[in-house]
């Protein structure tokens, strides 16, 4: 069982920028997909952002496309998401996500949640 624990989150004037980190207990890391869902309220929960196990391919929805960037350090067993130019649409509860599939990904294992507020 994956464990992910996400942190980083807050309130930040539009604008601004937020790093958010999620670190995983699993000790073959390495092996995992690792991405970020969001979901604002009355809003479908939306696939942010992934990355291959090596860091190879990465994926970007086009509502973040040029503003986030994903990336992962397997000797931390840790994943990032750099949130730059934020805007109160960007404001949500993100999730961090793995998947041990890199083809047919349905990400198994989930975080808590850490909550981003962008105001305006």
């Not at 999620?22 to 390495?30: D, V, Y």
């Not at 190879?56 to 040029?66: E, F, H, I, L, N």
């Amino acid at each position: 069982q994956v464990q992910l624990v996400e942190s980083g989150g807050g309130l930040v004037q539009a604008g601004g920028s937020l790093r958010l980190s999620c670190a995983a207990s699993e000790r073959t890391f390495g092996n995992y997909v690792m991405g970020w869902f969001r979901q604002a309220p009355g809003k479908e929960r939306e696939l942010v952002a992934w990355i291959s196990s090596r860091g190879a391919s990465t994926y970007y929805a086009d509502s973040v496309k040029g503003r986030v960037t994903i990336s992962r350090d397997n000797a931390k067993n840790t994943v990032y998401l750099q949130m730059n130019s934020l805007g109160p649409e960007d404001t949500a509860v993100y999730y961090c996500v793995a998947d041990p599939q890199y083809h047919d990904r349905r990400w198994p294992y989930w975080g808590q949640g850490t909550q981003v507020t962008v105001s305006s």
